[in-house]
């Protein structure tokens, strides 16, 4: 709304090795929930973890303490299933106790496989494949309307772009010249079926985001550097922002990186430790 009061900015530093070392704690939480009783997605929740850093950590117009401040950024995570590495994410950024994440899969529990919008800091609910992208689109367009500077960021997954809404969206951000929107495809080149260009193709992928109109990135979807020059950089006038962001579905557990088995999991005692032996061997490495 025009002549509203922003809320403050209240990013911790943008220190590289801060940032690691919550992607790991977040990474050590999802292994902590797919160990429980239901289990979870996994694979595509580990591929999400520096994309959600970089966004909560670093780039995000957000206050813990006022999730619903009028003039906040808007996250839409619109591959639901990676909902799990949402929820670690907002309790690493203090939107609510990280002892709430044992809630998850518990009967009655708000935590659910996809994110419930009575958590602190999720916006909508999702998981129904195909629609976060024209939620990021109303969100932009409701900001506009406004007179208001609020960003909205949206995730996608690879698999869900099989979906025709999608580009229905994509048509309608560019169409609208919506420049303070940025969304994200998280492509670590697998769904639940298998190989995604095996089921439907989608390369060449950028070049289809550019003719659609997005100004177009491609960049690792682990490197968290180059994550954060992306966001920092200014929108191109007139055009939404598309980040392809590379990743490894299972991203940080060797014995489940880059196999569509990964995408829902039960993990066994024996296999948490496995995995947090892993993750903990990984962080020591980046701290040596």
Request: charged share 25%; net charge negative.
């Amino acid at each position: 709304m025009s002549g509203a009061i922003a809320p403050p900015d209240i990013r911790p530093p943008a220190d590289t090795r801060q940032l690691k070392a919550a992607a790991g704690r977040i990474r050590e939480h999802i292994v902590d929930m797919c160990a429980g009783r239901e289990g979870g997605h996994i694979g595509g929740s580990m591929s999400l973890v520096e994309i959600l850093v970089a966004l909560y950590f670093d780039a995000l117009r957000i206050d813990p303490a006022r999730p619903d401040a009028p003039d906040r950024d808007i996250f839409v995570l619109s591959k639901g299933h990676g909902g799990i590495g949402l929820y670690a994410t907002l309790a690493e950024r203090g939107f609510f106790p990280v002892e709430r994440l044992a809630e998850y899969g518990t009967a009655g529990s708000e935590f659910m496989a996809h994110p419930h919008p009575e958590i602190p800091g999720v916006e909508m609910p999702t998981g129904s494949l195909g629609h976060g992208l024209a939620l990021g689109v109303g969100f932009a367009l409701a900001a506009r309307l406004d007179g208001s500077d609020r960003r909205s960021f949206v995730v996608m997954g690879d698999g869900e772009l099989q979906e025709g809404s999608v580009w229905e969206a994509a048509m309608a951000a560019s169409s609208h010249g919506l420049d303070g929107l940025t969304a994200f495809v998280d492509r670590n080149e697998l769904q639940i079926t298998g190989g995604t260009e095996q089921v439907v193709r989608l390369e060449p992928l950028a070049e289809r985001w550019r003719a659609f109109g997005w100004h177009t990135y491609e960049v690792d979807g682990h490197d968290l550097d180059a994550l954060r020059a992306v966001l920092h950089a200014a929108p191109e006038p007139g055009k939404p922002t598309m980040v392809i962001a590379r990743t490894v579905k299972g991203k940080g557990l060797p014995f489940v990186e880059g196999q569509a088995r990964s995408h829902y999991a039960r993990l066994s005692d024996r296999q948490r430790q496995r995995a947090m032996s892993a993750l903990r061997a990984t962080t020591e490495k980046g701290q040596a």
